[in-house]
């Protein structure tokens, strides 16, 4: 019987840090904010485009 593991990815939206960094015209880091999309663990949240890897 084969099982399916999900493999968690870096979110490419903060490259897998968890924050965003805001910067301001100059760029000049002014605030890091937590990441929205993985809400600050750095990976892709799961079910959202992770890799799905069977056993063999």
Excluded: A
Aim: proline letters at 2%; a negative charge.
């Amino acid at each position: 019987m084969k099982k399916n593991k999900i493999i968690d990815q870096i979110c490419p939206h903060c490259q897998g840090k968890g924050y965003t960094e805001i910067r301001d015209c100059s760029g000049e880091i002014q605030r890091e904010e937590t990441c929205v999309f993985c809400v600050g663990t750095g990976n892709r949240e799961q079910g959202t485009d992770n890799k799905l890897i069977t056993d063999n």
